[in-house]
């Protein structure tokens, strides 16, 4: 008895979480954790955005490191130094000369032992190039790829944009699905900015006539203004304090009641912007995001506790950006939009109601004909299939998972699969019945027997659809979802709620059923 309250409990539950999906005015009567179903662009309308990671921009950076990583392991104390010339940054690789040829193998077993696998280490005489392996390549690209995504996804997910689809395409692309947004240039703004933040000591030394020349000294950096791209800062390309160290940063406003961006270190962080401030009172740092400085203010006096603010010609909304941004952190490469769609919430509204229709039709035909064929039991299986389909839209909606065209298309062959489940129960109780069986002990062994041939059906079409979600993307992923989701719920309602119906209609008893003949 416990077991039939369990089964129909979960199967009301189930209905329930359809509801606020299948009737809209009633979802604000449900707590938030019961919402209806996401639509996605193609149901919906609303922005895709095609975006390019510069991997060219990246492995400029990663080659700078690999310089200051190969001029410190030259120059090693501990390990003795070992005299070297000409030492360049090509672009992509690195180049250095040994002052002497008994040192050139010291030299490249040094570099080996520090750069392991990850990087080519190629000698001609006295000059060994360094580059990054092809392998290693794949994998900054790799993992690019998934940094992006994520600090995408929390830029996209600050401004209240519901259920947006960030995924890569083609090695080094990622498409960006906004559902319900008819004007993406903010989204594209934030998406387009590096948003790499990091603070510099300026370079008070520097002439006016030597600005004017623009060729700043060697460890010098002229960088523009945000605000006035024309007003160049002298700063030391020297970085004193990354904006890595960042674990928080908040929109708000100074005792002038004008609007500033607040920040928060992590320990490290805080500790060395503390020292900065320290001990360079009455000095001017530099607040540097892409390459542009925000502010150039005046050390008052030091900064303990791992605390800033930054102040600026800052509207509240482009406070808000600028939190959004540091907050997610930066970009492991820039990003280009090199394609931009917009789909007619239109489109959606037509496709939805085509939808409707042809799903209402079809639904209709398979009642009638399930009425038709099994009558009393007819009824049962078109309960079962009703339920199925309320619960394959409420658990989707509870798992946050967004309702396309192929999620549609995986719903109709999961409906296809659930009324075959209950055609072969059926048809094996009829032959349990002419073989001279009572209609109870027919009913247990047409339903015992049929299990297993469900049973194999569903769990070899799970495994298909869990490999589609695993190796697909997009569309596919989509269809993946609701047909693993419908084929859970299908072994649910056909396999235990169809037999739980099908117990009360008979009350025990050896009543006739009524499709045999």
């Known amino acids: 008895m416990l077991k039939k309250f369990v089964i129909i409990f979960v199967a009301l539950f189930g209905s329930l979480l359809a509801v606020p999906t299948i009737f809209p005015d009633m979802a604000r009567d449900f707590p938030g954790w019961i919402q209806p179903i996401s639509l996605g662009l193609d149901l919906k309308g609303g922005a895709q955005l095609l975006l390019e990671v510069d991997t060219n921009v990246m492995f400029k950076e990663k080659t700078a490191q690999l310089y200051d990583v190969t001029r410190a392991s030259l120059l090693s104390r501990d390990k003795g130094i070992i005299r070297f010339s000409d030492l360049r940054n090509t672009g992509d690789s690195i180049s250095v000369v040994i002052r002497d040829s008994a040192d050139v193998s010291k030299a490249r077993g040094r570099l080996r032992a520090e750069f392991g696998d990850s990087a080519d280490i190629d000698t001609r005489g006295n000059a060994i190039t360094i580059s990054y392996s092809d392998k290693q390549k794949a994998k900054m690209i790799e993992d690019a790829l998934g940094r992006s995504i994520e600090i995408v996804r929390k ?140 502010s150039a203010p005046v050390i ?70 399930m009425l038709i064929i ?20 409420g658990i989707s909606a509870l798992l946050g998972a967004t309702l396309t065209l192929p999620g549609i298309a995986g719903i109709a062959l999961t409906l296809g699969m659930a009324v075959d489940a209950n055609v072969l129960q059926f048809e094996r109780l009829r032959d349990e019945l002419r073989g001279g069986s009572s209609p109870l002990r027919a009913v247990d062994a047409g339903f015992a027997r049929a299990f297993k041939t469900v049973l194999d059906a569903n769990l070899t079409t799970l495994i298909c659809a869990l490999v589609l979600f695993q190796f697909g993307a997009g569309p596919i992923r989509g269809f993946a979802v609701t047909l693993s989701i419908g084929i859970i719920t299908t072994l649910f309602t056909c396999v235990a709620l169809s037999r739980v119906m099908v117990d009360v209609y008979m009350g025990g008893k050896n009543r006739k059923i009524g499709f045999v003949k």
């Open 374 to 393: 099994y009558r009393g039991f007819g009824i049962i299986a078109n309960v079962s299939l009703m339920i199925n389909l309320m619960m394959i839209i």
């Open 155 to 294: 830029r996209i997910d600050a401004l209240g944009t519901k259920e947006p689809s960030i995924q890569t395409q083609g090695g080094k692309y990622i498409m960006v699905q906004l559902p319900g947004v008819d004007n993406p240039e903010r989204i594209k703004d934030l998406i387009g900015q590096t948003a790499k933040m990091t603070f510099h000591l300026v370079n008070e030394g520097i002439s006016r006539e030597q600005m004017a020349m623009g060729r700043p000294p060697t460890g010098t950096e002229f960088m523009p203004l945000i605000d006035d791209p024309t007003q160049l800062v002298p700063v030391y390309t020297r970085v004193d304090v990354s904006g890595e160290s960042l674990v928080d940063s908040q929109a708000s406003f100074d005792e002038n009641n004008m609007p500033v961006v607040t920040m928060v270190f992590d320990s490290a962080g805080g500790r060395r912007f503390a020292r900065l401030t320290a001990e360079h009172v009455n000095e001017r740092f530099a607040i540097v995001l892409d390459g542009k400085v925000l």
């Open 300 to 369: 008052r006096g030091p900064i303990p506790g791992g605390r800033g603010q930054i102040s600026g010609n800052f509207t509240v909304q482009s406070a808000k950006d600028l939190a959004v941004l540091l907050r997610s952190g930066a970009l492991p490469a820039p990003l280009t939009v090199i394609e931009e769609r917009t789909v007619g919430a239109g489109l959606g509204a037509d496709t939805i109601a085509a939808g409707r229709l042809g799903s209402i039709i079809g639904v209709l035909l398979v009642v009638i004909s």
